[in-house]
Antibody, heavy 125, light 109 residues
């Protein structure tokens, strides 16, 4: 059974950096069949995919266009975890942030099958 | 960018009734890349259906998905009290990113 456990501060000041970590159990961040994502949810933007990191003989990252200039997702193989950094935050970045595993079924169907518990991050001075 | 539009926004039904939720895409989506999720207050979304019609592990057979192209449907055959929640569709066609619909709230009538 895969479990994702998130941690990080719930309050960040405007212009500072939001940092969250997701510890993986029951799978490996270096898995050749999974991708590790950050997704956020707010009343104004709904569910919004931010980006992912994955390993296919080497490490790859993909980011949403909306945050590409401000976001970094980093794997840590020694701790079997991955992290989100979002720079220069504004109150519009206030949301519940989820880490999640993306995988592909034998049929080729893609899905997000495991989610972290979510972290409410408020951007406020 | 593919936009998913879910309808209705809110669906009011009674336990035992049948629920039909719609997800319409702004352009054709591969059936392999369409999934449905259930979310309850204070919880993360839970995968129900992937590949438009395959149930995820442990999901009741009361839940079924169908559709192709731009029109997809989630059907809950006989509503149980625990089914009242918000439901989202999701697509992967704009890989590497994915997008979600705005959700349908299923509430007790």
């Amino acid at each position: 059974q895969v479990q994702l456990q998130q941690s990080g501060p719930g309050l960040v000041k405007p212009s500072q950096t939001l940092s969250l970590t997701c510890v993986i159990s029951g799978d490996s961040v270096s898995s050749n069949s999974a991708a590790w994502n950050w997704i956020r949810q707010s009343p104004s933007r709904g569910l919004e995919w931010l980006g992912r990191t994955y390993y296919r003989s080497k490490w790859y990252n993909d980011y949403a266009v909306s945050v590409k200039s401000r976001v970094t997702i980093t794997p840590d193989t020694s701790k079997n975890q991955f992290s989100l950094q979002l720079n220069s935050v504004t109150p519009e970045d206030t949301a519940v942030y989820f880490c999640a595993r993306h995988t592909k079924a034998a049929t080729g169907a893609r899905m997000v099958d495991y989610w972290g518990q979510g972290t409410l991050v408020t951007v406020s001075s | 960018e593919i936009v998913l539009t879910q309808s209705p926004g809110t669906l009011s039904l009674s336990p035992g009734e049948r629920a039909t939720l719609s997800c319409r895409a702004s352009q054709s989506v591969s059936s392999s890349d369409l999934a449905w999720y259930q979310q309850k207050p204070g919880q993360a979304p839970r995968l129900l259906i992937y590949g438009a019609s395959s149930r995820a592990t442990g999901i009741s057979d009361r839940f079924s998905g169908s559709g192709s192209g731009t029109d997809f449907t989630l059907t809950i055959s006989r509503l149980e009290p625990e089914d009242f929640a918000v439901y989202y569709c999701q697509q992967y066609d704009s890989s590497p990113s994915c997008s979600f619909g705005q959700g349908t709230k299923l509430e007790i009538k």
